[in-house]
């Protein structure tokens, strides 16, 4: 099938064969197009807009004929929708509601009746938005919220260059809380005006539909691309774009994200007052555009306009002064103190102003997005894709604003009503029904020896637990990342190269930490090697790596992690992985076992210096960990075997036996014992070792 425009500002990306083997199913077709609407982030956002189709299906208890209606479930992302995600409701029941609709006060009343209306009431919760859907007649529909769009929607003369676009073929609808109003609304204006192809809600998006799946694509993808083509052709053309470059000569790549990295655990440390954030760090050219130019300040004062838009990015932003950001890094420091406590105390003033008596209590009044002229934008949430998607919503403002500006003149939406957005008690209903955080949701964990046994190990384990995770290593990053990633999502793992006992490739991996999540809090030394010689065959080399890589990493990496945690102000975690042998006097192990006591009284000293702080040292000494480590992949099974007269294959048994338990010593439970010392449970714990051994009395701390 032929498409009916060529376009350049929209991706076209259906595929007849794949239709075609979708049968003529309309919801399989529905689901297909959702997914590549939502596979192109300038038709709408992560979690932005819905679409829908209506079917005939049996009434599971009359069996007879009865109108149906699938679309996007609360929550969802049509981009990655399933069955699964959709609610499904008796289109003439939603009908049937206008019976008990009492009006705009009692709005959210009729969002706990749609249950009524399922077809199949094990479907997912029907958003908000399911009105908006239902009461219109046509079978296929999108509601999106493309930029070039709401940059129209949200314009001054927003109506009237609708008309100068589309002529009488799109309606326009002015701003309205989305509800079972606006769905009535919606009903009304297509009914007197036969022939619409879509309508626009006022700072808000776009409706557009179709009698197939595949004319209500078309349909979208040509109403979205002539209004993209509109403001190209205007760029520049009346005005410069957001009135021109202030700064003309900003820093290179390199440089900004030099500057972010050293500023970016500040920021996280303040935005952090009430729970720990994750950071995210942007200079994409549509940003630098922004930040760069005169009317920054202006725009950014007045907010965004859509809904989804606002909900992710708070108000407005904070803006930084670039040139006090110049300055030594102590003033900068106090500089941003002040803003934020500036933002806080107009963030408290907008809600004494806009509350109801009904309105839930005030939530945290940090910034989410901060721009850094020169530099680019930072964004802090409660995980990594919160704030990640965060930036991308508000790279959509921008946009926005820029496409505004262009033909008119950028309106954002109304203080009052942008609070009864963000306290709205339907989205406070949604926030409580959200599941409990993790014990280290928000921690940032930065490992060592991160993809050996022991190491990958504890990273799973700290994931598992609601942290992102950096792994560092020498080798093994590119699989380690492809499979941490699979197994905890793609916004929470990463891996990086290190050398422990080199200063730069170590300050290179916790900058790559810094700008991929905004700081650090737990940090895990488990970098390591062992060779197992007796004293007359261990070589000045064997003794030089061992200190090196135990002793030195050890110290190299928490001293540049302290620096990173001091400016956070947040406090943390450090826990070194030793050993028995640091305890335990064995044959064979000087260089090894010497290196091991040298950690393990290390991190006594640092937590003697750095409990001032809040920031606690703990050890874990594991003993004969076998499986997956790869120490033993490096000679050391041979070494020991020999020293205890065994055969490398009976040493998993010879250490099992030895303990007090008769256990076996895992990966698994090393990385247990880290948890216990971050998570929560030893919160005012420092200075300790755990022995994870099985049981060995000889390592006992007396």
Not at 331 to 360: C, I, M, T, W
Not at 382 to 393: N, P
Not at 604 to 631: F, M, Q, Y
Request: net charge negative; charged share 20%.
């Amino acid at each position: 099938m032929e498409k009916t425009l060529t376009f350049q500002h929209v991706s076209y990306l259906w595929d007849e064969a794949k239709a075609l083997e979708l049968g003529g199913d309309e919801v399989a077709l529905f689901l297909y197009r959702s997914n590549l609407l939502g596979a192109d982030l300038r038709l709408t956002n992560y979690a932005g807009g819905n679409t829908s189709c209506k079917i005939t299906a049996a009434d599971p208890v009359s069996g007879q004929p009865a109108e149906v209606m699938w679309v996007k479930g609360s929550g969802g992302d049509i981009g990655t929708l399933t069955k699964a995600g959709c609610a499904n409701l008796y289109v003439a029941k939603l009908h049937q509601l206008k019976q008990r609709y009492r009006g705009l006060q009692h709005e959210d009343e009729m969002v706990a009746l749609f249950e009524y209306c399922l077809f199949d009431p094990k479907c997912a919760t029907p958003s908000i938005d399911t009105p908006l859907h239902g009461l219109l007649p046509f079978r296929h529909i999108d509601h999106l919220h493309p930029d070039a769009l709401i940059a129209i929607a949200a314009s001054k003369d927003g109506e009237q260059i609708m008309k100068e676009i589309w002529g009488d073929s799109i309606a326009w609808l002015p701003w309205q809380k989305p509800g079972f109003d606006l769905g009535l609304q919606l009903e009304k204006v297509v009914s007197e005006n036969p022939g619409l192809r879509g309508v626009i809600l006022g700072g808000h998006g776009l409706f557009t539909w179709g009698d197939t799946s595949y004319e209500s694509y078309i349909n979208t993808l040509e109403v979205i691309e002539m209004a993209a083509a509109y403001l190209e052709a205007n760029y520049g053309k009346h005005k410069p774009v957001f009135g021109g470059v202030k700064l003309e000569n900003g820093p290179n790549a390199e440089t900004r994200k030099q500057q972010a990295a050293e500023v970016m655990p500040i920021l996280r440390g303040l935005a952090s007052g009430q729970r720990r954030m994750v950071g995210h760090y942007t200079d994409d050219e549509r940003v630098l555009e922004f930040v760069n130019s005169h009317d920054l300040a202006r725009l950014a004062q007045k907010g965004t306009s859509c809904p989804d838009h606002f909900l992710r990015t708070k108000i407005r932003p904070l803006v930084l002064d670039e040139a006090v950001m110049r300055q030594p890094l102590a003033a900068v420091q106090e500089y941003l103190q002040e803003q934020f406590a500036a933002y806080r105390q107009d963030y408290a003033a907008y809600y004494e102003r806009s509350k109801h008596g009904n309105s839930p209590a005030m939530r945290d009044p940090n910034p989410v997005v901060i721009l850094w002229p020169g530099v680019g934008m930072f964004s802090f949430a409660k995980d990594k894709q919160t704030a990640r998607v965060a930036a991308e919503f508000y790279t959509n403002a921008i946009n926005v604003m820029k496409g505004a500006e262009a033909v008119s003149e950028y309106t954002g939406l109304a203080e009052q009503e942008a609070f009864n957005i963000e306290y709205w008690l339907l989205e406070e209903a949604k926030l409580q029904r959200m599941p409990k955080p993790k014990s280290l949701s928000g921690q940032v964990a930065y490992v060592t020896g991160g993809t050996g046994g022991i190491g990958l190990a504890i990273c799973e384990v700290l994931l598992q637990n609601g942290a992102v995770v950096v792994a560092t290593d020498r080798d093994r990053l590119d699989e380690t990342q492809t499979t941490l990633r699979k197994r905890y999502g793609q916004d929470n793992a990463l891996t990086a190269p290190i050398d422990v006992t080199n200063d730069q490739a170590i300050a290179d991996s916790f900058r790559a930490t810094v700008l991929q999540f905004g700081g650090v809090d737990i940090v895990v030394n488990c970098a390591g090697l062992s060779i197992s010689k007796p004293l007359s065959e261990t070589t000045q080399a064997d003794w030089d790596i061992l200190n090196d890589v135990l002793v030195k990493g050890q110290f190299l990496v928490t001293q540049q992690a302290v620096e990173i945690l001091r400016k956070q102000g947040l406090g943390g975690d450090v826990v070194n992985i030793a050993s028995k042998n640091g305890l335990v006097a064995g044959p064979n192990n000087v260089a090894y076992g010497t290196a091991k006591a040298a950690q393990l009284h290390m991190s006594r000293l640092l937590a003697a210096e750095l409990g001032a702080d809040k920031i606690r040292v703990n050890t874990v000494n594991p003993d004969a960990v076998l499986r997956g480590s790869k120490i033993w992949e490096s000679g050391w099974a041979e070494g020991r075997a020999k020293a205890y007269g065994v055969s490398v294959e009976e040493l998993p048994a010879h250490y099992a036996k030895r303990t007090l338990l008769g256990e076996e010593v895992l990966a698994e439970d090393i990385a247990k014992a880290v948890l216990v010392f971050v998570d929560g449970s030893l919160s005012k714990s420092t200075g300790n070792v755990l022995n994870v051994d099985g049981g060995v009395a000889m390592a006992f701390v007396r």
